[in-house]
């Protein structure tokens, strides 16, 4: 049988070697690829066409929210298990709003992961056992919609601190219309003040190194 392809997306080299190795080994699966920041990511991905992405939350670059969802429009196969130190749900909410088909910690023993991979090479939705309460309740956002690039654009303006008003002028859009995007990402995501925001920002890396430039505006 074909082995499952991989790419494994973590600027953090050891990582990556570590993975590489124990993946490697196994029967059924194989790492055709590796990335150390979201556009390399992207760039990868098309390359090599892996069934599984295997995402860091937190690289160099672009926000995470921005590389699923660009794989997920340009690479529909594909499918990204997110792979990060952080627990805090409302991560776990904004990963699968985007796109991601599985969350699971760097803490989680090895097996586990690998059952992880395997589960969402098959179409699985999969999430840490120790996040399930995430799933408890409502369905989660990525079963009810995901966030349109716009939608991804505003919520990466929101995280860098931009007014209401700043938004709608960079993106050409009136400020009437940026408050609907915010109340859809609201709905999607569970983020609600300016703080949320900015908290999620820095864990999930949407705010990015210093110098890092705003997304540019698409029309639509």
């Known amino acids: 049988m074909p082995r499952t392809r991989i790419v494994l997306a973590d600027d953090h080299v050891i990582l990556r070697e570590g993975l590489r190795a124990l993946i490697s080994a196994q029967p059924d699966l194989e790492v055709v690829g590796e990335a150390a920041s979201g ?12 069934r599984v992405l295997c995402l860091d939350l937190s690289m160099p670059g672009w926000g995470s929210a921005t590389t699923i969802n660009r794989v997920t ?12 130190m952080h627990n805090d ?15 699971f910690l760097k803490t989680t023993p090895f097996p586990d992961l690998l059952a992880a ?3 969402v090479a098959t179409g699985a939705q999969v ?48 400020v009437k219309t940026v408050e609907t995007y915010r109340a859809r990402l609201r709905e999607k995501t569970g983020l609600k003040t300016r703080a949320d925001y900015v908290r999620y920002g820095i864990e999930a890396g949407l705010l990015g190194p ?11």
């Not at 429009?73 to 990060?84: D, I, M, S």
């Not at 409302?90 to 969350?103: I, M, P």
């Not at 210093?210 to 639509?220: F, V």
């Open 39 to 50: 556009a390399e990511t992207v760039e990868c991905v098309q390359a090599t066409e892996p």
């Open 73 to 84: 429009q340009l690479a529909p196969r594909t499918r990204v298990l997110v792979l990060t």
């Open 89 to 103: 749900p409302a991560y776990v909410r904004s990963a699968l709003a985007a796109g991601a088909a599985g969350y």
């Open 117 to 119: 991979i395997r589960a």
């Open 127 to 174: 999430i840490d056992p120790a996040l399930g309460d995430v799933l408890d309740g409502p369905p989660p956002p990525a079963e009810r919609s995901q966030l349109s690039r716009r939608e991804t654009e505003v919520l990466e303006l929101l995280v860098k601190g931009l007014t209401h008003q700043e938004i709608a002028d960079l993106l050409f859009l009136s």
């Open 210 to 220: 210093a110098g890092t430039e705003a997304p540019k505006p698409t029309e639509g």
